[in-house]
Protein backbone atom coordinates (compact mmCIF):
# COMPACT_ATOMS: atom_id res chain seq x y z
CA UNK A 1 0.00 0.00 0.00
CA UNK A 2 1.00 3.64 -0.79
CA UNK A 3 2.01 5.31 2.26
CA UNK A 4 0.25 8.14 2.00
CA UNK A 5 -2.34 9.47 -0.73
CA UNK A 6 -2.92 12.95 -1.59
CA UNK A 7 -6.11 14.08 -2.91
CA UNK A 8 -6.36 17.35 -4.81
CA UNK A 9 -9.21 19.33 -6.90
CA UNK A 10 -11.45 22.39 -6.82
CA UNK A 11 -13.58 22.82 -3.69
CA UNK A 12 -17.11 20.83 -3.69
CA UNK A 13 -15.49 18.34 -5.95
CA UNK A 14 -15.95 15.32 -3.07
CA UNK A 15 -12.49 15.16 -1.54
CA UNK A 16 -14.11 14.97 2.13
CA UNK A 17 -16.73 12.50 0.78
CA UNK A 18 -14.37 10.26 -0.63
CA UNK A 19 -12.36 10.17 2.49
CA UNK A 20 -15.97 9.36 4.63
CA UNK A 21 -16.43 6.98 1.84
CA UNK A 22 -13.25 5.26 1.94
CA UNK A 23 -13.63 4.66 6.06
CA UNK A 24 -17.17 3.22 5.43
CA UNK A 25 -16.36 0.76 2.27
CA UNK A 26 -13.49 -0.67 4.52
CA UNK A 27 -15.35 -0.78 7.60
CA UNK A 28 -12.68 0.99 9.62
CA UNK A 29 -12.97 4.55 12.35
CA UNK A 30 -12.60 7.79 10.30
CA UNK A 31 -9.98 9.89 12.07
CA UNK A 32 -10.33 13.53 11.03
CA UNK A 33 -8.36 16.73 11.52
CA UNK A 34 -7.03 19.98 10.40
CA UNK A 35 -4.68 22.85 10.65
CA UNK A 36 -7.81 25.07 11.20
CA UNK A 37 -8.81 22.29 13.92
CA UNK A 38 -6.13 21.77 15.40
CA UNK A 39 -4.77 25.57 15.71
CA UNK A 40 -8.26 26.49 17.25
CA UNK A 41 -7.30 24.02 20.34
CA UNK A 42 -6.67 25.35 23.56
CA UNK A 43 -4.87 28.79 23.73
CA UNK A 44 -3.83 29.04 19.82
CA UNK A 45 -0.56 28.51 21.76
CA UNK A 46 1.88 26.52 19.28
CA UNK A 47 1.91 23.82 21.72
CA UNK A 48 -1.86 23.12 21.95
CA UNK A 49 -1.47 23.08 18.20
CA UNK A 50 1.24 20.17 18.37
CA UNK A 51 -0.62 18.50 21.28
CA UNK A 52 -3.87 18.33 19.32
CA UNK A 53 -2.10 17.32 16.13
CA UNK A 54 -0.19 14.68 18.29
CA UNK A 55 -3.21 13.32 19.61
CA UNK A 56 -4.94 12.65 16.55
CA UNK A 57 -2.49 10.60 15.00
CA UNK A 58 -1.65 8.73 18.20
CA UNK A 59 -5.63 8.09 18.14
CA UNK A 60 -4.58 6.15 14.52
CA UNK A 61 -2.22 4.05 16.05
CA UNK A 62 -4.05 2.76 18.63
CA UNK A 63 -7.33 2.51 16.70
CA UNK A 64 -5.28 0.79 13.55
CA UNK A 65 -6.53 0.05 11.27
CA UNK A 66 -8.07 3.41 10.55
CA UNK A 67 -7.86 6.18 7.88
CA UNK A 68 -6.28 9.64 9.06
CA UNK A 69 -8.22 12.43 7.34
CA UNK A 70 -5.74 15.46 7.10
CA UNK A 71 -8.26 18.24 5.05
CA UNK A 72 -6.63 21.44 3.82
CA UNK A 73 -3.79 20.03 4.26
CA UNK A 74 -2.37 23.09 2.18
CA UNK A 75 -2.90 25.64 5.17
CA UNK A 76 0.22 23.96 6.07
CA UNK A 77 2.91 26.59 4.73
CA UNK A 78 5.66 25.91 2.33
CA UNK A 79 9.21 26.14 4.48
CA UNK A 80 11.07 27.37 0.97
CA UNK A 81 8.59 30.37 0.56
CA UNK A 82 8.85 31.29 4.01
CA UNK A 83 9.13 35.67 4.51
CA UNK A 84 6.70 36.69 7.29
CA UNK A 85 7.60 37.52 11.02
CA UNK A 86 6.16 34.08 12.08
CA UNK A 87 8.63 32.10 10.37
CA UNK A 88 10.10 30.00 12.74
CA UNK A 89 6.76 29.11 14.45
CA UNK A 90 5.74 27.64 10.44
CA UNK A 91 8.91 26.05 10.38
CA UNK A 92 8.75 24.06 13.63
CA UNK A 93 4.64 23.31 12.99
CA UNK A 94 5.85 21.40 9.29
CA UNK A 95 8.72 20.10 10.88
CA UNK A 96 6.29 18.76 13.25
CA UNK A 97 3.66 17.24 11.11
CA UNK A 98 6.79 15.76 9.04
CA UNK A 99 7.74 13.97 12.06
CA UNK A 100 4.56 12.54 12.79
CA UNK A 101 3.97 10.85 9.19
CA UNK A 102 7.03 9.46 9.14
CA UNK A 103 6.25 8.15 12.94
CA UNK A 104 2.94 5.99 11.75
CA UNK A 105 4.21 5.50 8.08
CA UNK A 106 5.49 1.76 9.59
CA UNK A 107 2.51 1.32 10.95
CA UNK A 108 0.65 -1.58 9.64
CA UNK A 109 -2.82 -0.40 8.17
CA UNK A 110 -2.73 3.08 9.37
CA UNK A 111 -3.85 4.82 5.90
CA UNK A 112 -2.92 8.13 6.09
CA UNK A 113 -5.20 10.68 3.23
CA UNK A 114 -4.54 13.99 3.03
CA UNK A 115 -6.91 16.77 0.52
CA UNK A 116 -5.90 20.13 -0.66
CA UNK A 117 -7.47 22.50 -3.21
CA UNK A 118 -3.89 23.92 -4.05
CA UNK A 119 -1.46 20.81 -4.45
CA UNK A 120 1.31 23.29 -5.73
CA UNK A 121 1.58 25.49 -2.40
CA UNK A 122 2.74 22.12 -0.54
CA UNK A 123 6.02 21.90 1.46
CA UNK A 124 8.04 19.52 -1.28
CA UNK A 125 8.80 17.37 1.89
CA UNK A 126 5.38 16.45 2.33
CA UNK A 127 4.58 14.82 -0.84
CA UNK A 128 8.02 12.88 -1.17
CA UNK A 129 8.17 9.28 -1.58
CA UNK A 130 7.31 7.42 1.99
CA UNK A 131 4.97 10.73 2.97
CA UNK A 132 1.59 11.88 0.35
CA UNK A 133 3.71 9.85 -2.76
CA UNK A 134 0.55 8.79 -4.44
CA UNK A 135 -1.44 12.06 -5.95
CA UNK A 136 -4.88 11.63 -6.97
CA UNK A 137 -6.47 14.63 -8.85
CA UNK A 138 -9.99 14.64 -8.63
CA UNK A 139 -12.07 16.84 -11.43
CA UNK A 140 -15.42 18.18 -12.42
CA UNK A 141 -18.02 15.80 -12.62
CA UNK A 142 -19.21 14.14 -16.74
CA UNK A 143 -22.57 13.29 -16.92
CA UNK A 144 -22.02 9.68 -15.79
CA UNK A 145 -21.43 10.86 -12.52
CA UNK A 146 -23.86 13.79 -12.23
CA UNK A 147 -26.79 11.31 -13.28
CA UNK A 148 -25.68 8.57 -10.46
CA UNK A 149 -25.31 11.59 -8.24
CA UNK A 150 -28.67 12.99 -8.47
CA UNK A 151 -30.43 9.98 -8.81
CA UNK A 152 -28.95 9.02 -5.35
CA UNK A 153 -29.94 12.26 -3.92
CA UNK A 154 -33.56 11.86 -5.08
CA UNK A 155 -33.84 8.35 -3.84
CA UNK A 156 -37.64 7.07 -4.52
CA UNK A 157 -38.96 10.75 -5.58
CA UNK A 158 -39.56 10.75 -9.81
CA UNK A 159 -38.71 7.49 -10.68
CA UNK A 160 -39.61 8.34 -14.12
CA UNK A 161 -37.67 11.46 -14.26
CA UNK A 162 -35.86 11.97 -17.56
CA UNK A 163 -32.53 13.45 -16.48
CA UNK A 164 -31.22 15.43 -19.58
CA UNK A 165 -32.41 18.84 -19.03
CA UNK A 166 -30.97 18.95 -15.43
CA UNK A 167 -27.22 17.33 -16.66
CA UNK A 168 -27.37 20.27 -19.28
CA UNK A 169 -28.25 22.65 -16.29
CA UNK A 170 -25.51 21.14 -14.21
CA UNK A 171 -22.70 21.00 -16.87
CA UNK A 172 -19.16 22.29 -14.89
CA UNK A 173 -20.66 21.38 -11.45
CA UNK A 174 -18.98 19.89 -8.42
CA UNK A 175 -20.84 16.87 -6.32
CA UNK A 176 -21.33 19.37 -3.92
CA UNK A 177 -23.10 21.55 -6.58
CA UNK A 178 -25.29 18.83 -7.53
CA UNK A 179 -25.93 18.17 -4.36
CA UNK A 180 -27.23 21.91 -3.19
CA UNK A 181 -29.25 21.69 -6.53
CA UNK A 182 -31.55 18.73 -5.16
CA UNK A 183 -31.93 20.58 -1.55
CA UNK A 184 -32.87 23.98 -3.19
CA UNK A 185 -35.41 21.89 -5.30
CA UNK A 186 -36.79 19.89 -2.03
CA UNK A 187 -36.71 22.93 -0.70
CA UNK A 188 -39.22 25.64 -3.05
CA UNK A 189 -41.46 22.57 -3.06
CA UNK A 190 -41.47 22.19 0.33
CA UNK A 191 -42.55 25.92 0.41
CA UNK A 192 -45.25 25.15 -2.00
CA UNK A 193 -46.91 22.61 0.15
CA UNK A 194 -46.06 20.16 -2.25
CA UNK A 195 -44.04 17.10 -3.33
CA UNK A 196 -41.06 17.45 -5.60
CA UNK A 197 -41.79 17.88 -9.25
CA UNK A 198 -39.01 17.75 -12.25
CA UNK A 199 -39.56 21.55 -12.50
CA UNK A 200 -38.13 22.18 -9.09
CA UNK A 201 -34.66 20.70 -10.52
CA UNK A 202 -34.42 23.27 -13.48
CA UNK A 203 -35.75 25.93 -11.86
CA UNK A 204 -32.94 28.78 -12.15
CA UNK A 205 -31.81 29.77 -8.82
CA UNK A 206 -32.95 33.16 -7.60
CA UNK A 207 -30.53 35.49 -9.42
CA UNK A 208 -28.85 38.55 -6.98
CA UNK A 209 -26.76 40.28 -9.79
CA UNK A 210 -27.60 42.95 -12.12
CA UNK A 211 -28.34 42.71 -15.64
CA UNK A 212 -24.96 44.36 -16.07
CA UNK A 213 -23.30 42.44 -14.20
CA UNK A 214 -24.71 39.11 -16.20
CA UNK A 215 -24.01 40.51 -19.43
CA UNK A 216 -20.33 41.06 -18.63
CA UNK A 217 -19.87 38.05 -17.11
CA UNK A 218 -21.63 36.45 -20.02
CA UNK A 219 -19.43 38.20 -22.39
CA UNK A 220 -16.64 37.18 -20.82
CA UNK A 221 -17.03 33.64 -20.10
CA UNK A 222 -17.80 33.08 -24.08
CA UNK A 223 -14.29 34.71 -25.00
CA UNK A 224 -12.95 32.01 -23.32
CA UNK A 225 -15.14 29.46 -24.71
CA UNK A 226 -14.77 30.57 -28.46
CA UNK A 227 -11.23 30.89 -27.96
CA UNK A 228 -10.83 27.88 -26.58
CA UNK A 229 -12.89 26.31 -29.57
CA UNK A 230 -10.35 28.08 -31.90
CA UNK A 231 -7.18 27.21 -30.37
CA UNK A 232 -8.06 23.54 -28.71
CA UNK A 233 -11.01 22.30 -30.83
CA UNK A 234 -13.31 19.81 -28.52
CA UNK A 235 -11.67 20.91 -25.28
CA UNK A 236 -14.56 22.78 -23.90
CA UNK A 237 -16.83 20.38 -21.96
CA UNK A 238 -18.83 23.15 -20.86
CA UNK A 239 -18.91 27.23 -20.55
CA UNK A 240 -21.49 28.75 -17.42
CA UNK A 241 -22.19 32.29 -15.60
CA UNK A 242 -24.16 29.98 -13.09
CA UNK A 243 -22.27 32.00 -9.54
CA UNK A 244 -20.22 29.41 -7.33
CA UNK A 245 -18.36 30.04 -4.24
CA UNK A 246 -16.40 33.02 -5.40
CA UNK A 247 -16.86 32.46 -9.69
CA UNK A 248 -19.10 34.43 -11.41
CA UNK A 249 -18.89 31.73 -14.14
CA UNK A 250 -16.66 29.25 -15.28
CA UNK A 251 -15.51 27.17 -18.61
CA UNK A 252 -14.75 23.94 -18.05
CA UNK A 253 -12.83 21.81 -19.84
CA UNK A 254 -8.99 20.23 -20.54
CA UNK A 255 -7.40 23.54 -21.73
CA UNK A 256 -3.66 22.65 -20.82
CA UNK A 257 -3.24 19.25 -20.74
CA UNK A 258 -0.63 18.68 -23.34
CA UNK A 259 0.73 22.12 -22.56
CA UNK A 260 4.39 20.73 -24.25
CA UNK A 261 5.79 23.32 -26.32
CA UNK A 262 6.35 27.47 -26.56
CA UNK A 263 3.22 27.46 -28.44
CA UNK A 264 0.73 25.71 -26.48
CA UNK A 265 1.59 28.04 -23.74
CA UNK A 266 0.91 31.20 -26.24
CA UNK A 267 -2.09 29.48 -26.92
CA UNK A 268 -3.49 28.96 -22.89
CA UNK A 269 -2.14 32.88 -22.29
CA UNK A 270 -4.51 33.82 -25.24
CA UNK A 271 -7.33 31.57 -23.96
CA UNK A 272 -7.18 32.66 -19.92
CA UNK A 273 -7.01 36.85 -21.32
CA UNK A 274 -9.13 36.15 -24.05
CA UNK A 275 -12.30 36.90 -21.49
CA UNK A 276 -10.86 40.01 -20.82
CA UNK A 277 -10.40 41.01 -24.78
CA UNK A 278 -14.11 40.07 -25.60
CA UNK A 279 -15.28 42.19 -22.60
CA UNK A 280 -12.99 45.20 -24.01
CA UNK A 281 -14.47 44.44 -27.74
CA UNK A 282 -18.25 44.01 -26.67
CA UNK A 283 -18.46 46.41 -24.11
CA UNK A 284 -15.44 48.78 -24.59
CA UNK A 285 -14.12 48.36 -21.23
CA UNK A 286 -12.88 45.79 -19.16
CA UNK A 287 -14.52 44.76 -15.69
CA UNK A 288 -12.49 43.45 -12.51
CA UNK A 289 -13.26 39.95 -13.33
CA UNK A 290 -10.44 38.94 -15.07
CA UNK A 291 -8.34 39.52 -11.64
CA UNK A 292 -8.42 39.51 -7.80
CA UNK A 293 -7.45 36.05 -6.10
CA UNK A 294 -5.19 33.67 -7.19
CA UNK A 295 -7.74 31.45 -8.90
CA UNK A 296 -8.35 34.37 -11.75
CA UNK A 297 -7.93 34.67 -15.30
CA UNK A 298 -4.56 37.11 -14.70
CA UNK A 299 -3.41 35.01 -11.63
CA UNK A 300 -3.32 31.92 -13.60
CA UNK A 301 -1.66 33.69 -16.84
CA UNK A 302 1.16 35.29 -15.13
CA UNK A 303 1.85 32.19 -13.23
CA UNK A 304 2.25 30.06 -16.29
CA UNK A 305 4.47 33.12 -18.29
CA UNK A 306 6.73 33.21 -14.82
CA UNK A 307 7.10 29.54 -15.11
CA UNK A 308 7.58 28.75 -18.71
CA UNK A 309 10.93 31.36 -18.29
CA UNK A 310 12.37 30.34 -14.71
CA UNK A 311 11.01 26.37 -14.82
CA UNK A 312 10.06 25.26 -18.10
CA UNK A 313 13.07 26.19 -20.15
CA UNK A 314 11.36 28.10 -22.56
CA UNK A 315 12.61 31.83 -22.03
CA UNK A 316 12.26 33.45 -25.15
CA UNK A 317 15.93 34.95 -24.12
CA UNK A 318 17.58 31.29 -24.43
CA UNK A 319 18.14 31.23 -21.21
CA UNK A 320 17.97 27.55 -19.56
CA UNK A 321 18.81 28.54 -16.22
CA UNK A 322 15.94 26.65 -13.20
CA UNK A 323 15.07 29.68 -10.84
CA UNK A 324 12.59 27.22 -9.06
CA UNK A 325 8.96 26.28 -10.06
CA UNK A 326 6.46 29.38 -8.69
CA UNK A 327 3.65 28.98 -6.99
CA UNK A 328 0.94 31.68 -6.32
CA UNK A 329 2.47 32.28 -2.92
CA UNK A 330 6.02 32.42 -4.18
CA UNK A 331 5.39 34.00 -7.66
CA UNK A 332 5.27 37.29 -6.84
CA UNK A 333 8.09 37.88 -4.82
CA UNK A 334 10.11 36.70 -7.85
CA UNK A 335 8.82 39.66 -9.93
CA UNK A 336 9.21 42.51 -7.79
CA UNK A 337 13.17 41.37 -7.61
CA UNK A 338 13.56 40.23 -11.01
CA UNK A 339 12.40 43.27 -13.41
CA UNK A 340 13.74 41.72 -16.39
CA UNK A 341 11.73 38.46 -15.51
CA UNK A 342 8.94 41.13 -15.04
CA UNK A 343 9.37 42.59 -18.54
CA UNK A 344 9.66 39.27 -20.15
CA UNK A 345 6.46 38.17 -18.43
CA UNK A 346 4.59 41.63 -18.79
CA UNK A 347 5.15 41.46 -22.52
CA UNK A 348 4.21 37.91 -22.94
CA UNK A 349 0.37 39.15 -21.76
CA UNK A 350 0.60 41.97 -23.60
CA UNK A 351 1.02 40.05 -26.73
CA UNK A 352 -1.38 37.21 -25.42
CA UNK A 353 -4.33 39.46 -24.47
CA UNK A 354 -3.47 41.37 -28.42
CA UNK A 355 -4.17 38.14 -29.98
CA UNK A 356 -7.00 37.50 -27.89
CA UNK A 357 -8.36 40.85 -28.62
CA UNK A 358 -7.63 40.16 -33.00
CA UNK A 359 -9.17 36.15 -32.05
CA UNK A 360 -12.78 37.96 -30.61
CA UNK A 361 -12.66 40.53 -33.40
CA UNK A 362 -12.18 37.57 -36.01
CA UNK A 363 -15.38 35.65 -34.63
CA UNK A 364 -17.15 38.54 -32.82
CA UNK A 365 -20.33 36.52 -34.41
CA UNK A 366 -19.99 33.38 -32.38
CA UNK A 367 -19.22 35.32 -29.17
CA UNK A 368 -22.25 37.98 -29.22
CA UNK A 369 -24.48 34.78 -30.20
CA UNK A 370 -23.13 32.18 -26.97
CA UNK A 371 -23.17 35.24 -24.88
CA UNK A 372 -26.86 35.40 -25.58
CA UNK A 373 -27.76 31.85 -25.05
CA UNK A 374 -25.68 31.82 -21.89
CA UNK A 375 -27.61 34.69 -20.31
CA UNK A 376 -30.78 32.48 -21.39
CA UNK A 377 -29.74 29.10 -20.43
CA UNK A 378 -27.17 30.07 -17.89
CA UNK A 379 -25.08 27.07 -19.49
CA UNK A 380 -23.31 25.78 -22.53
CA UNK A 381 -22.24 22.63 -23.45
CA UNK A 382 -19.21 22.53 -25.36
CA UNK A 383 -20.41 20.30 -28.30
CA UNK A 384 -23.12 23.74 -28.82
CA UNK A 385 -20.11 26.15 -27.93
CA UNK A 386 -18.44 24.39 -31.06
CA UNK A 387 -21.40 24.58 -32.69
CA UNK A 388 -21.87 28.31 -32.38
CA UNK A 389 -18.29 28.82 -33.62
CA UNK A 390 -18.86 27.03 -37.40
CA UNK A 391 -21.92 29.54 -37.61
CA UNK A 392 -19.82 32.59 -37.43
Not at 204 to 231: F, K, N, Q, W
Request: hydrophobic share 45%.
Amino acid sequence: MPRGILLSGPPGCGKTAFASALAASCKVPLIHGSYAAWHATGSGHQGDFLIAMSRAFAEAVSRAPPVLFIDEVDSFPNRETLTHRQREYSIQVVNALLAEIDGVAGREGVVILAACNHPGMLDPALVRSGRLERHIRIGRLDRPARARILRDCLGAELPDLGLEPVLIKTEGATGADVVRLVRDARGRARAAGRSLDAADLVAAPTETRSERHLRTVAVHEAGHAVAACVLRPGSVRAVSIRAAGEASGRLVGEIGRDCLIAADIADILVILLAGRAAELELLGVASVGAGGSDTSDLAHATLLATNSIVSLGLDPGGSLVWRGHQTTSSVTSVLAYSPAIEAQVRDMLDHALAAARNLVRQYLGAVERLSGLLLREGSVDGEMAQRLLGEN
